[in-house]
């Protein structure tokens, strides 16, 4: 079963709308959770981490919020998309080693 | 400031070559270096790691050759097959047990041709 999923697969939205994108890992206690987000052939960046339930840090500011309502949930949003939003948005997670593991992703484009 | 960087940007190898990505990196104070692998649409997978205390880390036909002092590593991919073909990430942290901040590279395309 897999460990780490991702919703929805992809999203078309329109600039100036929200957006809410989700991220669950099933059977991990208490893990590290990540937001990256990745432009089209381009780098991975971290955008968010959470180490606990209620508690997110940003790393990079982007317009965009977290979220971590449960331990196994991890969400992003915005009020309002960007163009430069556009993307691939993943969803990482950690335990108490270094190795971080990746979600399949959410393609976003915003239009 | 790049914190991590690799060359070359794409590479195309015959099948059965061995595939050479290089990585390099800025700050000393990195100890943990994985390597991952994206095929298109797909989230990167982890393929293989080494700490700083290691200067080669061998998983089947994968191999991390690092060099500390000069803040280098490299991947090598021998017997490379079609389905090797993805891009690589070489990714660098310090290893800490908590929070882990990753600095990623902007990758190397692998094609291999059969």
């Known amino acids: 079963a897999q460990t780490i999923h991702q919703w929805p697969v992809a999203e078309i939205k329109a600039v100036g709308s929200p957006l809410s994108l989700g991220c669950t890992i099933k059977?991990?206690?208490?893990?590290?959770l990540y937001w990256y987000w990745q432009a089209t052939g381009g780098t991975l960046q971290q955008l968010f981490y959470?180490?606990?339930?209620?508690?997110v840090e940003s790393v990079v500011q982007l317009n965009l919020s977290a979220s971590r309502p449960k331990d196994d949930q991890f969400i992003l949003s915005t009020e309002k998309l960007l163009l430069s939003h556009s993307g691939f948005y993943l969803c990482?997670?950690?335990?108490?080693?270094?190795?971080?593991?990746f979600g399949p992703g959410t393609r976003l484009t915003v239009l | 400031q790049q914190q991590v960087r690799q060359s070359p940007q794409s590479l195309t190898v015959w099948e059965g070559e061995t595939a050479i990505l290089n990585c390099s990196y800025e700050d000393s104070t990195f100890n943990y270096f994985p390597w991952y692998q994206q095929f298109p649409g797909e989230g990167p997978a982890l393929l293989i790691s080494i700490s700083s205390v290691s200067d080669k880390k061998e998983d089947g036909r994968f191999t991390i050759f690092f060099n500390k002092r000069e803040k280098k590593l490299s991947l090598h991919i021998t017997d490379s097959q079609p389905g090797d073909s993805a891009t690589y990430f070489c990714?660098?942290?310090?290893?800490?047990?908590?929070?882990?901040?990753?600095?990623f590279g902007k990758g190397t395309s692998l094609t291999v041709i059969p």
């Open positions: 959470s180490i606990t339930v209620g508690q």
């Open positions: 990714a660098a942290s310090r290893g800490d047990t908590g929070y882990q901040n990753f600095y």
């Open positions: 990482a997670w950690s335990l108490r080693t270094v190795e971080q593991y």
């Open positions: 059977g991990k206690s208490s893990p590290n």
